[in-house]
């Protein structure tokens, strides 16, 4: 049972934008942090950016000011909005959420999306 589907990803020219989407059901419960990953061929998933519950974001250095994550509680989405692209990101990203049962739980499951893709090439 997929609880996390992404959206968004393509193929775009450098220094072209890309807007990631990633659904989380109502079903995967209290959302504690949100984040964006990325894994090339051949090398580890790297984290790109995260929002927790309460707004904070962080950005890996090498997307920081071209890369904005946010998050929408109403419809239990996470976005990823990607300017200026380079090749360098080419990448198949992945969406993970940390969720717990209930507000009051201090035990948190990871959920992941399946990727998408994303090519920056000319």
């Known amino acids: 049972q997929v609880q996390l589907v992404e959206s968004g990803g393509g193929l775009v020219q450098p220094g072209g934008s890309l807007r990631l989407s990633c659904a989380a059901s109502?079903?995967?419960?209290?959302?504690?942090?949100m984040n964006w990953y990325r894994q090339a061929p051949g090398k580890q998933r790297d984290l790109v950016a995260t929002?927790?519950?309460?707004?904070?974001?962080n950005y890996a250095d090498s997307v920081k000011g071209r890369f904005s994550i946010s998050r929408d509680g109403t419809k239990n989405t996470v976005y990823l909005q990607m300017n200026s692209l380079k090749p360098e990101d080419t990448a198949v990203y992945y969406c993970?959420?940390?969720?717990?049962?209930?507000?009051?739980?201090?035990?948190?499951?990871?959920?992941w999306g399946q990727g998408t893709q994303v090519t920056v090439s000319s």
């Open positions: 109502v079903s995967i419960g209290v959302i504690r942090t």
């Open positions: 993970n959420v940390e969720a717990s049962t209930t507000t009051w739980s201090r035990s948190r499951t990871a959920y």
């Open positions: 929002i927790t519950s309460f707004g904070s974001t």
